[in-house]
Nanobody
Framework: HVQLVESGGGSVQAGESLRLSCVAS???????MGWFRRLPGQEREGVAAIAGDGRTDYADTVKGRATISRDGAKNIIALEMDSLKPEDTAMYYCAARAGAFVLSLNSNDYNHWGQGTQVTVS
């Protein structure tokens, strides 16, 4: 049973930085991971992704401001965001998909989800 637990969200001021973490458990092989967010009144959108082989991708809205990384044990996925803007306010979700290496910002490509962590930028 794959479990994903996000942490690190909170309320910050515009221009500040935040580091979100996703602790994954219940698997033994590297998984394809992604960070998504749901802005108020909108559907989920991809923020950053890291495939099992280490490739990364970012949404245009956060390129240059976000960094996704995986620790050596590949059980913790972090999303560091800089220069936060009010429009970054959203519920942020960690997602995972096992199997062949996939690098995707499409939520439909993931089948395991965390409960989310709220980020509010003002």
């Amino acid at each position: 049973h794959v479990q994903l637990v996000e942490s690190g969200g909170g309320s910050v001021q515009a221009g500040e930085s935040l580091r979100l973490s996703c602790v994954a458990s219940g698997y033994t092989l590297p998984m394809n991971m992604g960070w998504f967010r749901r802005l108020p009144g909108q559907e989920r959108e991809g923020v950053a992704a890291i495939a099992g082989d280490g490739r990364t991708d970012y949404a245009d809205t956060v390129k240059g401001r976000a960094t996704i990384s995986r620790d050596g044990a590949k059980n913790i996925i972090a999303l560091e965001m800089d220069s936060l803007k009010p429009e970054d306010t959203a519920m942020y979700y960690c997602a995972a998909r096992a199997g062949a290496f996939v690098l995707s910002l499409n939520s439909n490509d993931y089948n395991h989800w965390g409960q989310g962590t709220q980020v509010t930028v003002s």
